[in-house]
């Protein structure tokens, strides 16, 4: 299919350690479009971040094959920012790490930043802000080294409840209006259905492709309007089941 | 920017400054109180000041000391080879630390030869280090390398294991050499452990220098505690000894000044 930023073709990978081998995933397919944010649920212990460690590269499959057009942006559970870097500093560490360190990219970082509310923040130290904010920076930072695609591992689980909707909301609307494509792997059904254009239900260890369903929210993308509407509750019951079959 | 603050802040803020010259105080008067019984003890005949010295004896002692030249001659024998020995042992240790985190495989096969050394006394080498050595100040400095490397190798590749494994991935995520997460994560992220270490290894490099001095010197302070000791001149044995508590303090002081100076650099 075109306008394919990602795809899994029937990749299984095997972990061997000194106790045995365990298979993470089998026979796992399925792709993500461009511009499209796609939510990957599983239960527990499925090997999600064993997911996005292939789709990043960081891990080859046993068999079958991970093909990503582009680079990627990881966003992880804590926002990982370095607390001896202000903010701003912070944000260029992708561009040092691409050498694309040049004076035009750093201004497109910072105009990043600005536009969705860093600018007072910029020379502060991580610690010094709320995990909303720290959160937002590390997105930031992951956009700013201007990624085809960008990978999120439950990236909302270590806040607080409050904060965790308006981040969500906040996540939401920045990877829309940058118009980013976006596979996100959460355990959450209720947040993979509020930010989600696709979702895919994997099984229990060894992972496999259980469902997939294309969301029917139409323009609403906005994910504390999504959950204010009709199909939020049927579709979370729908996941509920197929999660827990 | 000026605050205007409220009057129980202000109480506060006085209080905190009682309470800090009230230790101050304290401190100072615990000093003057252990001098002047020890003084007193050995003027009224409670103790034979032969055997246990005094504070006015310690100080003649060293005005002697400072009289004949010899006193700044033995301090900066004793602090030159321990200050030599510091920065090699830490210098050292940082470098081995980082070629074992850098190589899995190297740290699997040198860990029992470490642990070894570790649990070693170096003193032990003692006749080995004259023989290698001969008696000058080599012998020392190398005694005090010996006694400070491996623990700064050990608490230093303690703090690059220690690094976070979620930043690794994501530095790796970005695409990042090894050499790339070391610069920008592992080694900066063990600035705080360093300055541990260092605090740590002014004491060792003060046992490396004078366990040295024991062994084999012709001059510094240990050198002055053996003499003192074996002539029975014990204000000499003492008078080193207080020259040695102020020393070492000295040189604490001068990391932990060393520490604030990073930090804030970190910080602006």
């Given at each position: ?228 509407m009709r199909q939020f509750s049927a579709w979370f019951e729908i996941l509920w089941k197929e999660l827990n079959v | 920017m000026k ?42 005949g409670w103790v034979d000041p032969f055997l246990t010295s005094s504070p006015s004896r310690i100080g003649k002692t060293i005005a ?104 690794i991935l994501l530095l790796r995520s970005m695409g990042a050499s090894k050499l790339q997460i070391l610069l920008k994560l592992v ?82």
């Amino acid at each position: 299919m075109k306008n394919e930023i990602l795809r899994f073709d029937n990749v299984t990978l095997t972990y061997h350690t000194k106790r045995g081998e365990t298979t993470a995933a089998e026979k796992l397919t399925f792709s993500v479009r461009e511009g499209e944010f796609v939510a990957i649920i599983g239960p527990s212990g499925c090997g999600k971040t064993t997911l996005l460690s292939l789709a990043a590269g960081l891990l080859t499959p046993s068999t079958g094959t991970v093909t990503r057009r582009g680079s990627c942006g990881y966003m992880l559970q804590k926002d990982e920012l370095f607390p001896w870097r202000t903010i701003e500093k912070n944000i260029y560490l992708p561009l040092e790490i691409g050498h694309k360190n040049t004076p035009e990219r750093r201004a497109e970082a910072v105009e990043l930043a600005e536009k969705y509310g860093l600018s007072d923040f910029l020379q502060s130290y991580p610690p010094q802000l709320s995990g909303g904010m720290r959160q937002r920076a590390a997105l930031i930072r992951t956009l700013a080294a201007e990624p085809d695609i960008l990978l999120l591992d439950e990236p909302f689980s270590a806040l607080d409840y409050q904060t965790r909707l308006n981040v969500c909301d906040d996540v939401s609307s920045i990877i829309r209006s940058e118009e980013k494509t976006a596979l996100l792997i959460t355990h959450d059904i209720s947040e993979a259905i509020s930010l989600a254009d696709r979702v895919i239900v994997l099984t229990k260890r060894p992972a496999r492709v259980a469902f997939e369903h294309e969301l029917d929210f139409g323009e609403e993308n906005r994910p504390i309007k999504r959950r204010e509407m009709r199909q939020f509750s049927a579709w979370f019951e729908i996941l509920w089941k197929e999660l827990n079959v | 920017m000026k605050h205007e603050f409220s009057k129980e802040h202000r109480q506060y803020l006085a209080k905190k400054k009682r309470d800090l010259a009230l230790v101050w105080a304290l401190r100072i008067g615990i000093l003057v109180l252990l001098l002047g019984l020890w003084e007193m003890a050995a003027d009224l005949g409670w103790v034979d000041p032969f055997l246990t010295s005094s504070p006015s004896r310690i100080g003649k002692t060293i005005a002697s000391l400072y009289a004949d030249g010899s006193l700044f001659y033995h301090i900066g024998v004793t602090l030159l080879e321990t200050l030599i020995g510091f920065v090699i042992a830490v210098a050292l240790g940082c470098i081995i630390a980082l070629l074992l985190w850098w190589s899995e495989t190297l740290k699997r096969v040198l860990e029992p030869y470490i642990v070894v050394l570790n649990a070693l006394p170096k003193i032990a080498l003692g006749p080995l280090i004259i023989i290698w050595f001969g008696t000058g100040s080599e012998a020392i400095v190398f005694m005090t390398v010996l006694v400070g490397i491996i623990v700064a190798t050990l608490h230093m590749l303690g703090a690059f294991m220690a690094t976070d494994s979620n930043k690794i991935l994501l530095l790796r995520s970005m695409g990042a050499s090894k050499l790339q997460i070391l610069l920008k994560l592992v080694i900066p992220s063990s600035l705080p452990a360093f300055i541990s270490m260092l605090k740590v290894n002014v004491g060792m490099a003060w046992i490396g220098s004078i366990m040295g001095e024991y062994i084999v010197s012709r001059a510094g302070l240990g050198y002055l505690i053996v003499y003192g000791g074996q002539v029975f001149k014990l204000d000499l044995v003492m008078s080193a000894t207080c020259i040695l508590c102020v020393l070492a303090a000295g040189m604490y002081a001068l990391v932990v000044l060393l520490e604030k100076l990073i930090v804030k650099n970190a910080e602006s």
